[in-house]
């Protein structure tokens, strides 16, 4: 697999205004846009750091995986994503080599994207997100 640079690192929030004035107004790094995203009960603050971005994400009521995260460890880095050109492909190849994507096929992510994960159990204590951009979504 190869991958074309690091997308951005998200952080679990326990809410987006909460954390704002640290990330935006303290450390001054503009935010790009401020997403929901139903399809996983989630909302996102993108902040650009210049050359790369950082998630900030705000599970909504009925998301499981970030609530999970933010009751057992609390606030704080949760994911890291790398971009892909091709993410069907980094999925089979990732497979054919013994690992376990943690969704058979990619879905949709913040941004109109293709996205899945690999496990931190399979990944050395670090939940990978790999992204691909769809040209459909304008991106
Ligand atoms: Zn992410």
């Given at each position: 697999m190869k991958a074309l640079r690091l997308d951005h690192i998200g952080v679990a929030v326990q809410s987006l205004e909460s954390v704002l004035p640290v990330?935006?107004?303290?450390?001054?790094l503009p935010v790009e846009e401020i997403e929901e995203v139903p399809e996983v009960k989630v909302r996102v603050a993108k902040l650009s750091t210049g050359n790369t971005t950082i998630e900030l994400v705000e599970p909504l009521p009925g998301e499981e995986a970030t609530r999970r995260f933010l009751d057992k460890r609390?606030?704080?880095?949760?994911h890291i994503c790398l971009e892909v050109a091709d993410l069907a492909a980094a999925t089979a190849e990732l497979v054919a080599r013994g690992m376990k994507p943690v969704l058979a096929t990619p879905r949709a992510g913040a941004g109109g994207r293709l996205v899945n994960f690999l496990s931190p159990k399979d990944a050395h204590g670090v939940l990978i997100e790999l992204s691909q951009r769809v040209a459909a979504a304008g991106t």
């Amino acid at each position: 697999m190869k991958a074309l640079r690091l997308d951005h690192i998200g952080v679990a929030v326990q809410s987006l205004e909460s954390v704002l004035p640290v990330w935006r107004d303290l450390l001054g790094l503009p935010v790009e846009e401020i997403e929901e995203v139903p399809e996983v009960k989630v909302r996102v603050a993108k902040l650009s750091t210049g050359n790369t971005t950082i998630e900030l994400v705000e599970p909504l009521p009925g998301e499981e995986a970030t609530r999970r995260f933010l009751d057992k460890r609390g606030e704080g880095i949760h994911h890291i994503c790398l971009e892909v050109a091709d993410l069907a492909a980094a999925t089979a190849e990732l497979v054919a080599r013994g690992m376990k994507p943690v969704l058979a096929t990619p879905r949709a992510g913040a941004g109109g994207r293709l996205v899945n994960f690999l496990s931190p159990k399979d990944a050395h204590g670090v939940l990978i997100e790999l992204s691909q951009r769809v040209a459909a979504a304008g991106t």
